[in-house]
């Protein structure tokens, strides 16, 4: 895995078969810079620097400032939270010669469920000349569906590349002649 925005799996493969072995297999989950260990640092950190900043307050009478701290210290640890919880979300993106499959599962669990031909899909790029590829989108038949958002513009544009490439794979249908 990419750290960061990761994309799982190898990008692009030659079909072997009709039974649907992936062309493109790929799993986007959004970016967290600090893991479950580092939180427990800066929490640690945060925590001993508002008792500390605190000490003074309280030993001249200005006890409520501690509360004020203290309040710091726990909207800053309910955002992290709120963070580590979106993480769970994901994108997963499979292409075989028979499907392209998407299941995007929010981080509240939710899951949505995309499926389509690879002959009639085809991959819509907005791009700006300025910030790079800025959104990418599935269209089957009238349907279209958002994927790769998580991805800076960078790794989209890279994402972009290699679906394409699975896609255009995939029309040509399966390889009967591939070991």
């Known amino acids: 895995m990419i750290p960061g925005n990761s994309l799982d799996?190898?990008?692009?493969?030659?079909?072997?078969?009709?039974?649907?072995?992936?062309?493109?297999d790929a799993t986007i989950t959004p970016h967290?810079?600090?893991?479950?260990?580092?939180?427990?640092?800066?929490?640690?950190?945060?925590?001993?620097?508002?008792?500390?900043?605190?000490?003074?307050?309280?030993?001249?009478?200005?006890?409520?400032?501690?509360g004020f701290f203290g309040i710091d210290v726990v909207a800053l640890f309910i955002a992290f939270r709120v963070n580590f919880r979106h993480a769970r979300s994901?994108?997963?993106?499979?292409?075989?010669?028979?499907?392209?499959?998407?299941r995007k599962v929010s981080h509240r669990g939710r899951e949505a469920v995309w499926r389509s031909n690879p002959a009639w899909t085809r991959l819509e790029r907005e791009a700006d000349e300025d910030f790079g590829l800025l959104g990418l989108t599935l269209v089957s038949r009238g349907r279209s569906v958002a994927v790769a958002s998580a991805l800076s513009p960078h790794e989209r544009s890279g994402f972009a590349d290699a679906l394409g490439a699975a896609l255009a794979i995939a029309r040509r249908g399966p390889d009967y002649d591939a070991p």
């Open 90 to 102: 994901f994108e997963r993106i499979v292409v075989t010669p028979l499907e392209v499959f998407l």
């Open 9 to 24: 799996s190898g990008m692009v493969r030659d079909v072997a078969d009709a039974s649907g072995r992936p062309v493109f």
């Open 32 to 66: 967290r810079s600090l893991g479950q260990n580092s939180f427990r640092i800066v929490m640690t950190l945060v925590c001993l620097a508002s008792v500390i900043s605190s000490i003074p307050f309280v030993v001249l009478g200005a006890w409520p400032v501690a």
